[in-house]
């Protein structure tokens, strides 16, 4: 067997589909990112007006061998696979070829594609629906390229070392992501405050503004998870300006102003086409 792999990740628990298995991976393929254009034409008006790109899903392929003893075994083995690879839920995938990056699906398609007494060569085809791959640690885990959280083409600094928790009122924070971090179209970004007075985070870089127009105390939490914010774990959007903070690709320039006592934590994924 190689150091090759395939696993699933559904919540808390690794499934493995390579190790301990009999199984190996032969190859890795994905398909290209799917562009799905936005636009309008208006007649007597050359060309057409472009909105904001987004990303469809696509396929990830897998070819596999599995040595088998004898017939029964092939046919428990494909039975317990389908069982396995088919699920209620969405679940992502892991894999050697890029480790420190998972792969949302939702659904998965089993083909034999040469069958051999003694060996099995089949092909796992998964369908990443959301568009995109995601960093497998997040914005809080150690990030250099000496650390095995993450790997080359994965946009991590070499020289300087990003900071995710600040107590400043100006700070910076570096999206890795080959793409912006946007919640509204359903990325993941927390952030989480503390502080004393009405606070109002401003990206500089992108222009975002989000403004909270009550008075927290030190003791509240202000949460933006997504597109809602949250106060002590209660949704607070009609005492705020509605503003979502978004995340540019590479260094994005934050001030906070209105508020003292201020400790701030972003964590999010990031995330690559």
Not at 8 to 28: A, C, H, Q, Y
Not at 101 to 124: C, Q
Not at 226 to 254: M, P, Q, S
Request: charged share 25%; proline share 3%; glycine share 6%.
């Amino acid at each position: 067997m190689t150091d090759k792999f395939i696993e699933m990740i559904l919540g808390t628990d690794t499934v493995p589909i390579t190790e301990k298995n009999r199984v190996e991976m032969l190859s890795f393929s994905r398909g290209d990112a799917q562009t799905v254009k936005s636009t309008k034409t208006v007649d007597g008006v050359d060309g057409e007006i472009t909105y904001l790109n987004t990303y469809a899903p696509f396929e990830i392929t897998f070819k596999l061998l599995f040595l088998s003893e004898d017939v029964h075994d092939k046919n428990l083995f494909e039975d317990e696979l389908i069982e396995k690879i088919h699920t209620y839920d969405s679940y992502y995938i892991r894999h050697s070829y890029h480790p420190n990056k998972k792969y949302a699906v939702n659904e998965a398609t089993y083909s034999v594609t040469e069958e051999n007494p003694g060996a099995l060569e089949f092909e796992l085809k998964f369908t990443v629906f959301k568009g995109y791959s995601e960093s497998l640690h997040g914005s809080l885990s150690s990030r250099n390229f000496e650390d095995e959280n993450f790997d080359f083409g994965m946009n991590i600094l070499s020289g300087e070392q990003p900071k995710y928790t600040h107590t400043s009122k100006t700070f910076k924070i570096y999206n890795a992501s080959s793409m912006t971090v946007t919640p509204i179209m359903r990325h993941k970004l927390d952030i989480t405050l503390t502080c004393a007075g009405s606070p109002k985070i401003t990206n500089n870089t992108t222009g975002d503004v989000f403004e909270y127009i009550d008075t927290l105390k030190k003791t509240d939490t202000l949460k933006l998870s997504g597109v809602y914010a949250y106060k002590d774990d209660t949704v607070c959007g009609r005492k705020t300006n509605h503003g979502i903070i978004t995340l540019a690709k590479g260094w994005n320039e934050f001030t906070i102003s209105g508020a003292s006592d201020i400790d701030i934590e972003f964590d999010f994924s990031f995330i690559y086409r």
